[in-house]
């Protein structure tokens, strides 16, 4: 266990870079077993996440080496179409085993994933579509197996425009014979980013990052290289970071259209932004200004942003409303803010903030990835001490993240709890 000590009012100001996005490489990395050699995936975060996967993979039998941000795959000896709960349980996406397994070996046998405390997350939007595609699919005893003698590609409609089923769904249909088309998908970054990774390996994805995925399936995939995309919500969160500091920081390595949702809610919050390139350089106000706030799936307002920006809207000179659309528990990082000082009511998914001129350091607590990112933004704006405690929860999604914040001037040291 560890806490980051934060000693808070140093305005954030130089260049950080972010990494590789977590969320594309959780669905990347176990993509490769698909192909018959070895893959090497670049630009990838070594976090935590990053780490266990590499771990689930090799206790399959794949080879895995990692050398500095890039990891070579190679399904040699990979031949089990089972990954039990002890293995897969440190990691939600490890559900993304379920695709590929079912798409190498016509049958999976995967424990249901654990992952952030952040509400419900079901995946029958995952089994509707392996269903679609052939596979008779059962969850017994926290264990998910399917099985399918043939996968046919399918149409498949979403409920929901879910990342997981659609990325899931890709997989498996990557393998199948004909055509699958998802409607309803989900357009987030990721998804295209998996699909460039697909079609690199010579399967056919059209479509990714707009709501209809058409998949044709192919019977052989080939080893490919890939780079993954720049993490959206690393930026996110240096761009909040920097606004809740009033600093002045220039974020790089992005692809600044991802971060649209982002940088307009900043600019309505009272920063200055700039884009140019590869990066965006954000000036924050004085104090911000207070906004209304919904999340939406991609391009909307990702649920992923909305707990560090209640940290920026904590000290608005005014009252903001953060509507939670996604999530029936993403507000976990509000009682610690309150023990700051903030002024927050949460009702039901909506939380009203009502802006206070400072917040005062605390001892704080970790739930969940992104309510260490919020507390983080916090405790880098409060006056005096802030401990943030369970930091071992923000290294599962953020690379480096003290030393990075160090390199803008902030007064941070890591401790063991
Ligand atoms: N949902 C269903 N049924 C399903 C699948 C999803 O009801 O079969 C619901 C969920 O309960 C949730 C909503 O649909 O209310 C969205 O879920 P989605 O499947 O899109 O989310 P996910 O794939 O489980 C990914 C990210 C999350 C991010 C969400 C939304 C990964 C590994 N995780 O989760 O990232 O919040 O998309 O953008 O890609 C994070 O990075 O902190 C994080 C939690």
């Known amino acids: 266990m560890s806490r980051l000590v934060i000693r808070g009012r140093n305005r954030l ?15 990347v990395v176990p993509a490769a077993l698909l192909a018959d050699g070895k893959c090497v995936i670049d630009n990838l975060p070594m976090i935590r996440d990053v780490r266990v996967f590499a771990q689930i993979l090799s206790d399959l039998g794949a080879s895995v080496s990692i050398e500095g941000n890039s990891m070579a795959i190679a399904p040699n000896g990979f031949s089990s179409h089972v990954a039990p709960y002890d293995l897969v349980k440190k990691l939600r996406a490890s559900y993304y085993l379920m695709g590929v397994l079912l798409a190498k070996f016509g049958r999976a046998e995967v424990g249901l994933p654990g992952g952030c405390d952040i509400g419900p ?41 879910s990342v997981g089923a659609t990325i899931n769904i890709m997989l498996a249909a990557s393998r199948a014979e004909g055509t699958t088309i998802i409607e309803n998908a989900a357009k987030e970054p990721h998804v295209v980013d998996l699909a460039n990774f697909l079609n690199a390996m010579g399967a056919r994805v059209l479509g990714a990052g707009t709501d209809v995925v058409r998949v044709r399936g192919v019977s052989k995939m080939n080893a490919a290289n890939h780079s993954v995309i720049p993490d959206d919500m690393e930026a996110a969160t240096f761009m909040m970071a920097a606004v809740a500091t009033s600093g002045d920081v220039v974020v790089r390595n992005v692809i600044t259209k991802h971060l649209e949702p982002i940088t ?5 919050a009272g920063a200055v932004i700039t884009e140019n390139g590869d990066y965006v350089r954000v000036q924050g106000p004085e104090r911000p ?26 000290r608005a000179d005014g009252v903001s409303v953060v509507q939670e659309s996604m999530y029936d528990n993403r507000f976990g990082h509000v009682n610690e803010l309150v023990r700051m000082g903030a002024n927050i009511k949460v009702e039901g998914r909506t939380a009203i903030v009502e802006g206070v001129p400072k917040l005062v350091g605390a001892p704080v607590k970790v739930s969940d990835l992104r309510a260490g990112a919020s507390l983080i933004i916090a405790g880098l704006s409060a006056h005096g001490v802030t401990e943030v405690n369970g930091m071992e929860i923000v290294q599962r999604g953020y690379e480096m993240m003290p030393e990075k914040l160090r390199s803008l001037g902030a007064d941070v040291t890591e401790e063991d709890e």
């Open 13 to 27: 100001l130089g260049e950080v870079t972010v990494g590789g996005s977590k969320n594309s490489s959780v669905a």
């Open 121 to 161: 997350r079901p995946i029958d939007q995952h089994l509707k579509g392996f269903r679609a595609l052939g596979a008779e699919a059962t969850v017994e005893g926290g264990v998910v197996r399917l099985h399918a003698k043939k996968l046919v590609g399918a149409p498949i409609y979403l409920d929901i425009p």
């Open 264 to 268: 307009a809610k900043l600019k309505e």
């Open 289 to 314: 200004h207070p906004i209304n706030v919904k999340t939406l799936p991609y391009p909307g307002f990702p649920t992923d942003a909305q707990q560090p920006l209640v940290s920026v809207l904590a």
